[in-house]
């Protein structure tokens, strides 16, 4: 694994490891960190995922420097990316789920393997910005999460789980940054992002492109599904990403009802599909173009199973739930 530092670093005297991923919180963290700990006993770790947005790199760099300049060590980690995860698995990542991938191989994978080059005896607590005011899922955080499983028996401490906007902005214009209004771009457009997110992407046409390119890549699953980015049913019925696009930057209740050709099984009749189906009528709907594949001739064997894609399954459901590993969007 490939491992960047700003400076060098004594691991004998690290103590804490503050995740950063450059955005908001994570940046109000190393302020907080700067006011509270000894220099020397921390470091910021970053996780290079791959799938930055294209002006993030420039952020990370800032950022890295002004650590640079407070005598802070600030580490970046390298991962396989995105596209080779997602050809790896055979499908788009599902947070909260059976498939929820993407956290594991961008960025807790390469920070347990620096965290047991450099902290065998799992001595290190690992410090992360979420606050309590953020979501539902994390209204009920601890200050310390003793002997966490994520990250092998190493304590993590959240000492921001009871600051509100106001009160980390603060932190945030101390370390001599502005605000973001938005979250952090490591990931753009994340499996989880907001329809505001999305209606970046037009700025960006390339990684529409990008986008568009693996999910027809992907293909389908043993049921007929294309395997997509974002989910059909957390997005109005829109199949791929120029659909999502679509229906992000359209009123309130906008649904798609058609499945764009290229997402379509040749000779399967899917003229049938809309956006406002219910679950019951998803599940005919798709079990009717599983059975025009088999009467086909299509080898569905070759076309893995993944229970993530389907809203009838605990997995599914469970994906509108937020990631809460404490590494993404902080």
């Not at 491992?3 to 690290?14: A, L, Q, R």
């Not at 580490?75 to 080779?84: L, M, W």
């Amino acid at each position: 694994m490939s491992v960047i530092t700003n400076m060098p670093f004594d691991k004998d005297k690290i103590e804490y490891v503050v995740a950063c991923s450059g955005g908001n919180d994570s940046i109000a963290l190393l302020q907080y960190m700067l006011d509270n700990y000894e220099l020397g006993t921390f470091l910021a770790l970053y996780n290079d995922t791959g799938w930055a947005r294209e002006d993030w790199p420039l952020r990370i760099k800032d950022v890295s420097q002004k650590c640079r300049s407070l005598n802070v060590p600030f580490v970046s980690t390298q991962s396989i990316g995105f596209r080779n995860m997602v050809r790896k698995h055979k499908g788009f990542p599902m947070p909260a789920s059976a498939m929820q991938f993407c956290t594991s191989d961008l960025k807790t994978g390469p920070t347990l393997l620096f965290l047991n080059n450099h902290d065998p005896e799992k001595e290190w607590v690992v410090v992360t910005g979420r606050r309590r005011e953020e979501s539902q899922n994390r209204a009920g955080l601890a200050l310390i999460e003793e002997d966490t499983k994520v990250y092998q028996g190493r304590d993590v401490l959240n000492p921001l789980i009871t600051h509100d906007e106001r009160e980390r902005d603060i932190l945030i214009r101390k370390f001599g940054f502005e605000p973001l209004p938005h979250s952090s771009m490591e990931c753009f457009p994340c499996v989880c992002s907001k329809k505001s997110d999305i209606n970046m992407l037009p700025d960006y046409p390339g990684v529409i492109t990008v986008i568009k390119d693996l999910e027809i890549e992907m293909g389908h699953t043993s049921n007929g599904k294309p395997r997509v980015m974002f989910r059909p049913y957390r997005s109005g019925g829109a199949v791929g990403i120029e659909q999502v696009m679509i229906w992000a930057n359209g009123k309130r209740g906008t649904k798609l009802n058609k499945i764009p050709k290229e997402h379509q099984i040749p000779k399967v009749d899917y003229s049938g599909y809309r956006g406002n189906m219910k679950p019951d009528e998803r599940a005919k709907f798709w079990g009717d173009i599983k059975q025009q594949c088999i009467d086909l001739g299509y080898n569905l064997k070759d076309l893995p199973t993944d229970i993530a894609y389907d809203d009838d399954t605990d997995e599914g459901k469970d994906f509108s739930r937020q990631c809460d590993g404490g590494l993404c969007g902080n």
